[in-house]
């Protein structure tokens, strides 16, 4: 399809382990985003991507989380040792390197259960 | 700052008019946006108003914005069941490089 596609949409793991969600944004799109959205919450942001590049990472909550854009089109958010509050809808989103409005694409995300 | 406030939960009889409201910190934002998220579905911009602007009509969308009080809001005309979402109220903050987001409304038509 043309949309940002995300996956896995659901992964439920155990407390302490290692997590790998994967985003593939629209082609031709240089800029990414990485959200994160807890039950009843809007989405926060993580980490924003200009090219291969980590342009904003002020988002990531802790040591644990880290993301990686190695050829400038798909990221990998990788979530260390989870803990149950880790659990939320990770969202990503794409778009142009220049928008006449900021409008950006989201994926349909994926869902983490922390159990 | 990044705050936008908004309120929780709307239930709306199908065919009536629906207004959902948002506050804003941050009076450097260029745009304003409305996002919106169907169960099981990614966000989509729904619409969006240029700073400079007090009203856009988009269709059934009428967006209002009064920069003096950073109040923005949403009224949906016609209200129909595909309207049936969350709604969020979303701005770019003066020198940064993504949406800050509202805690959502959630719209229930009700046929």
């Known amino acids: 399809g043309a949309g940002v596609s995300q996956t896995p949409s659901n992964k439920v793991t155990e407390k302490g382990k290692y997590v790998e969600l994967r985003c593939d944004p629209i082609s031709g799109h240089t800029a990414l985003y990485w959200y994160r959205q807890s039950l009843g919450q809007g989405p926060e942001f993580l980490i924003y991507?200009?090219?291969?590049?980590?342009?904003?990472d002020s988002g990531l909550p802790n040591d644990r989380f880290f993301a990686v854009r190695p050829e400038g089109s798909v990221s990998t958010l990788k979530i260390q040792r989870t803990e149950r509050g880790d659990s939320a809808v990770y969202l990503c989103a794409s778009s142009p390197e220049r928008t006449n409005t900021g409008e950006l694409f989201f994926g349909e995300g994926s869902r983490l259960t922390v159990l | 700052g990044e705050d936008v406030e908004q309120s929780l939960f709307l239930s709306v009889r199908e065919g009536d008019s629906s207004v959902i409201n948002c506050t804003y910190t941050d009076s450097s934002s260029t745009y304003l946006y409305w996002y919106k998220q169907e169960p099981g579905a990614g966000l989509q911009l729904l619409t969006y108003?240029?700073?400079?602007?007090d009203m856009k009509q988009d269709q059934r969308l009428t967006v209002l914005l009064n920069k003096k009080d950073k109040h923005l809001s949403l009224r949906i005309a016609d209200t129909q069941t595909g309207d049936s979402a969350i709604y969020f109220c979303?701005?770019?903050?003066?020198?940064?490089?993504?949406?800050?987001f509202g805690k959502g409304n959630q719209v229930v038509v009700i046929p």
């Open positions: 991507f200009q090219g291969t590049g980590a342009a904003d």
């Open positions: 979303a701005e770019i903050p003066y020198g940064n490089n993504r949406l800050a």
């Open positions: 108003i240029f700073s400079n602007m």
